[in-house]
T-cell receptor, first 113, second 115 residues
């Protein structure tokens, strides 16, 4: 039973484009939604995270949009660069407990020069 | 301030051998989590430990897998009698005592190959 569904599986955009990655969750107890960036051969690194009391959060070129009623959240990367090429994972957890994260399956992003 | 340290980075074992994966959390962190990543899959939670205690092992296979986090030294994930299906990347994450539910920092992983 997959509790966090992520799409698309892969994505190719040109430099300067705005890739959008979507996630949907099932467990209404989730209240912490981070995005992780992973380069080949490396561990995941936290990119940006949101809690359900806000509908949008921006950090630099990265924006999370959150729709609580639809149980969906998405990552937008503004002015994407070739260096953003990586695999992106959405995740969810119950903030009031310990940080056991439930991950989506990942989106492999390629930003072409 | 070193991050989460995992070793070895790569481990090759023959079927039936034992694999031991080590994880040293970030300084000041007393919570350790192990995740497994299969090819083209997201990370799957395995076990959550605090010093000398297993808090949640709901993601751990019932047989052949065990984990510990002793009072001194790194956390160890042990896989006995490895099979080909155990081939994966195993990631350790840590978080601070006072940060329950907040950011977990990941190590670079141990890539286990069973031949």
């Amino acid at each position: 039973q997959q509790q966090v569904k992520q799409s698309p599986q892969s994505l190719i955009v040109q430099k300067g484009g705005i890739p959008i990655i979507n996630c949907a969750y099932e467990n209404t107890a989730f209240d912490y939604f981070p995005w992780y960036q992973q380069f080949p051969g490396k561990g995941p690194a936290l990119l940006i995270a949101i809690r359900p009391d806000v509908s949008e959060k921006k950090e630099g070129r990265f924006t999370i949009s959150f729709n609580k009623s639809a149980k969906q959240f998405s990552l937008h990367i503004m002015d994407s660069q070739p260096g953003d090429s990586a695999t992106y994972f959405c995740a969810a957890s119950i903030h009031s407990g310990y940080s056991t994260l439930t991950f989506g399956k990942g989106t492999m992003l390629l930003v072409s020069p | 301030n070193a991050g989460v340290m995992q070793n070895p980075r790569h481990l090759v074992r023959r079927r039936g051998q034992e694999a031991r994966l080590r994880c040293s959390p970030m300084k000041g962190h007393s919570h350790v989590y192990w995740y497994r990543q299969l090819p083209e899959e997201g990370l799957k939670f395995m076990v959550y430990l605090q010093k000398e205690n297993i808090i949640d092992e709901s993601g751990m296979p019932k047989e052949r897998f065990s984990a510990e986090f002793p009072k001194e030294g790194p956390s160890i994930l042990r896989i006995q009698q490895v099979v080909r299906g155990d081939s994966a990347a195993y990631f350790c994450a840590s978080s601070p005592l006072e940060g329950l539910g907040t950011e977990a920092f990941f190590g670079q992983g141990t890539r286990l190959t069973v031949v």
